[in-house]
Nanobody, 116 residues
Framework: QVHVVESGGGLVQAGGSLRLSCAAS????????MGWHRQVPGKQRELVAT???????NYADSVKGRFIISRSNARNTMYLQMNSLKAEDTAVYYC??????????WGQGTQVTVSS
């Protein structure tokens, strides 16, 4: 079992920055990748960024050049540095840990609100 907790959300003005954190605990030794997704009411959850155990990153086109995903040396903590935030970045952001067998564990989400 893996427990995932996000933190760092909040209210920020457009053009500002926020840093989200995700901590995974439990049976974390076989984590293959970690990622951030986001969701607004009435829409499907969408991928924001992912990072593999080897450090390879992938970003949605909408956040490229503005967001940076990273992991700690212990590899059980992940971050999302969000810069130049826009109103359309407003969403609940979810962390997911992914294993080689395809299973994933999600956190409960953290709200990010960008005021224009």
């Amino acid at each position: 079992q893996v427990h995932v907790v996000e933190s760092g959300g909040g209210l920020v003005q457009a053009g500002g920055s926020l840093r989200l954190s995700c901590a995974a605990s439990g049976n974390i030794f076989s984590i293959n990748a970690m990622g951030w997704h986001r969701q607004v009411p009435g829409k499907q959850r969408e991928l924001v960024a992912t990072i593999t155990s080897s450090g390879r990153t992938n970003y949605a086109d909408s956040v490229k050049g503005r967001f940076i995903i990273s992991r700690s040396n212990a590899r059980n903590t992940m971050y999302l540095q969000m810069n130049s935030l826009k109103a359309e970045d407003t969403a609940v952001y979810y962390c997911v840990t992914m294993f080689a067998d395809g299973t994933g564990y999600w956190g409960q989400g953290t709200q990010v609100t960008v005021s224009s």
